[in-house]
Every structure is written in structure tokens, then in C-alpha cells.
């Protein structure tokens, strides 16, 4: 059978892959300890939880509209104006199915053939396949380790042509856990209504943010830069939600509008007892968001300080999300391995420890390993990087 070019041009997803290859050596009795998910080890809140059963026990097991039901469209409003101060109309919200929804369906309303979409490396892997589906092109920018995996406005402004539509913004980031200042923001931002192109900024983090820094939304720093801004988020990371699937996307009403009309013929719309569970989610209360939070902090604090032990490994301290992204090229070529892919996966095969390499991620020199898993597990899987590399060295 013919596959169409679209498809056939995609690269698999390297975090999914690594995360398939993990279960299959569990599934043979391996005791692998499996540092790819991109997500929460904590199961939803219980009062989410219930909210979404209350929901099905009376009835609301139907059609929603397309874009979503207007009260989860109003507690998104209602979090986004307590959060970022920002206003929005329900005409400017969608709901989708995950915010990696949302951002397909962005990407198929806003991008005709040969269109530029501007993206950070690292990035988070489906960004450029995304773009490409929808007939773009990925110009990419390198966002250097000695700026901590940040792009300048200079940097910027180099990459930007005729056929540039958009830049996306990830902050904090996935691979890296860094986050973009104030003052950083706002000088990409002043490069974008200069050049006149939008800006999508994935917000999908902004919970899990450690130390002294803060989460600013690019839309918050004036009205111009909101009109230039698509603001996707949803509950995954946030309230550990990853399976519910509910997404958003915040923006002008024309660019929500042929989204929601792109979204009737696809997915017709996101699960209602979903919708019901995220009301909750945003409505409730948010103690457990907090404890999530501070769990993965304590976590950090403990594992980065072992990880930069490890000869030949070094490793910035991120600063949100639930990610280490070492730079293990040295250790690479200290154990023999030609590169971090070959690296990854003899840590795989010997060590029975399941990261992601850098390459999926635009990084070759690196690799990420999640920290949503247990302290313990944490622990244990850094001794076995330890001491195989010291048994290669």
C-alpha cells in the first residue's frame, strides 16, 4: 500500500519510542526503570475524579459543541484572567482534545504550503512534525547551553523571511525545564510585532516552576503582543490529567473560529465527562497542584547534585517542568559509544535504564531523563548510569 508523502515524511516520536522499548524489556522480565514519560507519576485528584463520574451518573454523556462546553470555556477565561491577568471572550478559547490538539489543529488553520514556523532547538518533538503536516516548514534556532537553552532577539530576527508565520515559545521548556524572563519575552516580543509575526506560546508548564523565577505569559506584557499571541495550555502536566486529554488554545476569535470549524469535522468534539472532570480541575480547589509541585522539587534538588557526579556529564539546573537534559557527549566518548544515541541506548541494554537522546529533541549532545517517577527510583537509576560508566572508563 502507497502511504501518502505526509505521512511518510514523519519522524516516530523518539519519547514514545524510548517508552514502548522500556515496557517491551519489563514485559520480558528486565527490571528497567523507564525516565521517558512526559508525565505526572501522581494520579488525577480525587475530587476531579468524581466530578468526572458525577458527571456520566447524570447523564452528560453526549455531544458537546465543537469548541467545547461554554462553562469550561468560562473557567478557562476565569484562570487565565487570576493567573496572567489576561481577558478573554468565550468566542476566543477552544477546548481540544490535549493541547497537542491544539496545536495540530493551529497549525492546519494557520499554515499554507510553504509557510515558516520558527522553533527553538531543544524542542519538544512534535513541534517541526506538526508543522510539516500541515505543509510548513521548521526554521530552526539553536537555543545555546551557555544561555541556558534560550534564544536572543538577535538570534531571532536572523531567522525571519517572507514566508515566516509564526515562533513558538515554550516556557518552561520540554526538554530543557528553562523558562524565558520577563525582560527576555519582552525583547522577542518587540522582534515579532516588528516583523510582524505571530507567536505561539506553549504554555503547558507553567505550574511546575522552581526557585526565584516566575511564569510570565508573553500575551501578558502588552495589548499588541496579545493580538500577535496563541496561548495553548491544558490540564495534563497541571493537575496530572495526561489521559483525560483536554487542551486549549486562547486567541483572536477568527483564528479560534476555523479552528472550532476544523474541529466539527475531526474530532467533533473533546469527551464530555472530560470537560466536566477540567472544570473542576481549574473551579476547584488546588492543594494537590501544589503538592505535585513540591514533590518534583524535592526530587530535583537531590538528583541534579548526583547527576553532575557522573564523569563526563554535566548538566544545567533546570528551572520548571520535570526534565534533566545533561549533556552527555564526553560520557559518550569515554564509554566508547560514537554518539548520546548509541549512549542512550547502551544505557538501555546494560543498565536497564530507559532515557531519551537529545537527537529527537534537536540536541544531539544530550539526553533527557524525566523525574516523574519516585525518589527511589530516581536514586537508583542514576547509581547504574554511575557505575556503568565507571566500568567503561
Sequence with gaps: MQLADRVRALTPSSTLAITAKAKELKAQG??????GAGEPDFNTPQHIIEAAVKSMNEGYTKYTPS???PELKKAIAAKLKA????????????VTSGAKHALYTLFQVLLNDGDEVIIPTPYWVSYPEQVKLAGGNPVYVEGLEQNNFKITPAQLKEKVTEKTKAVIINSPSNPTGMVYSK???????????????????DEIYEKLIYGEVEHISIAQLSDELKKQT?????????????GWRIGYAACDSALIKAMTDLASHSTSNPTTPAQYATIAAYAGPQEEVEKMRSAFLERLEII????????GISCLKPQGAFYLFPNAKTAATMTGCKDVDEFCNMLLTEANVAVVPGSGFGAPDFMRLSYATSLSQLEEAIRRIHQFVNKRV
Excluded: R
Aim: hydrophobic fraction near 40%; proline fraction near 2%; aromatic fraction near 2%.
Design 30 to 35: 528486565k527490571d528497567v526503570i523507564g525516565l
Design 67 to 69: 469548541g467545547g462546553l
Design 83 to 94: 493567573d496572567q491577568g489576561l481577558e478573554y471572550q468565550l468566542n476566543e478559547i477552544i
Design 183 to 201: 525582560e527576555e519575552l519582552q525583547a522577542l516580543g518587540e522582534v515579532c510585532l516588528e516583523k510582524g509575526i505571530l507567536i505561539i506560546s
Design 230 to 242: 496563541i496561548i495553548i495550555n491544558g490540564v495534563s502536566k497541571s493537575h496530572s490529567m495526561t
Design 304 to 311: 541534579h547534585l548526583k547527576l553532575n557526579e557522573i564523569p
